[in-house]
């Protein structure tokens, strides 16, 4: 799969899935699903030609480990994991899928913390929250040369335009009025 560019819709509800499956964007980020829900979900995405890159931390009724990272990748099958926890990037990469590190910029010692960790595993993206900081993203990606997809608490236009122009590849978002 390439690196993601543009909007990233980002679906928590139905409703919202819908609306990305019609929307003119070729990638959907799947937050907060059931394991029940989800093989469905990135089947008909596929069969809508819409790349599934799912939040592996937020499938609820699956482990966060080795053994729920296998049975995703073999049974459910999406183009790309987005996950806080370095192991289960690691596990991405190993198993040859795009890995996006989410981190969150809290504070420098944070920062610090996220810079070691992604310098490590080499994710194919990182994704930076929250997006509403173009300076930092605009800093982090000269120091670290990897991908940035900004996220969390965009809900403007111009927010879009200032992520994108501080570096980012892409934006993600929940905010349907954006997509």
Same mark, same amino acid.
């Not at 111009?158 to 122009?165: C, D, G, I």
């Given at each position: 799969?390439?690196?993601?560019?543009? $909007?990233?819709?980002?679906?928590?509800?139905? &409703?919202? @899935?819908?609306?990305?499956?019609?929307?003119?964007?070729?990638?959907?980020?799947?937050?907060?699903?059931?394991?029940?829900?989800?093989?469905?979900?990135?089947?008909?995405?596929?069969?809508?030609?819409?790349?599934?890159?799912?939040? @592996?931390?937020?499938?609820?009724?699956? &482990?966060?480990?080795?053994? #729920?990272?296998?049975?995703?990748?073999?049974?459910?099958?999406?183009? #790309?994991? $987005?996950?806080?926890?370095?192991?289960? $990037?690691?596990?991405?990469?190993?198993?040859? *899928?795009?890995? *996006?590190?989410?981190? @969150?910029?809290?504070?420098?010692?944070?920062?610090?913390?996220?810079?070691?960790? $992604?310098?490590?595993?080499?994710?194919?993206?990182?994704?930076?929250?929250?997006?509403?900081?173009?300076?930092?993203?605009?800093?982090?990606?000269?120091?670290?040369?990897?991908?940035? *997809?900004? #996220?969390?608490?965009?809900?403007?236009?111009?927010?879009?335009?200032? %992520?994108?122009?501080? #570096?980012?590849?892409?934006?993600?978002?929940? &905010?349907? %009025?954006?997509?």
């Amino acid at each position: 799969m390439n690196l993601p560019s543009g $909007i990233l819709p980002a679906v928590r509800t139905m &409703k919202d @899935f819908d609306k990305a499956l019609g929307s003119k964007h070729d990638v959907i980020v799947l937050l907060e699903t059931r394991l029940s829900q989800l093989k469905n979900l990135v089947a008909y995405a596929h069969r809508s030609d819409k790349k599934v890159i799912i939040h @592996f931390d937020l499938i609820q009724g699956l &482990k966060t480990d080795e053994y #729920g990272m296998e049975y995703v990748l073999r049974e459910i099958k999406p183009d #790309g994991i $987005i996950s806080t926890r370095g192991y289960v $990037i690691e596990l991405a990469k190993k198993n040859q *899928i795009m890995a *996006i590190q989410r981190m @969150f910029l809290l504070d420098s010692l944070a920062l610090e913390h996220n810079q070691t960790l $992604i310098e490590r595993i080499k994710p194919d993206c990182i994704e930076v929250l929250p997006g509403l900081i173009p300076s930092f993203i605009e800093n982090l990606s000269q120091r670290i040369g990897t991908p940035i *997809i900004a #996220g969390g608490l965009i809900t403007e236009g111009k927010e879009v335009e200032e %992520a994108l122009n501080a #570096g980012a590849i892409a934006v993600s978002t929940s &905010k349907t %009025a954006l997509w």
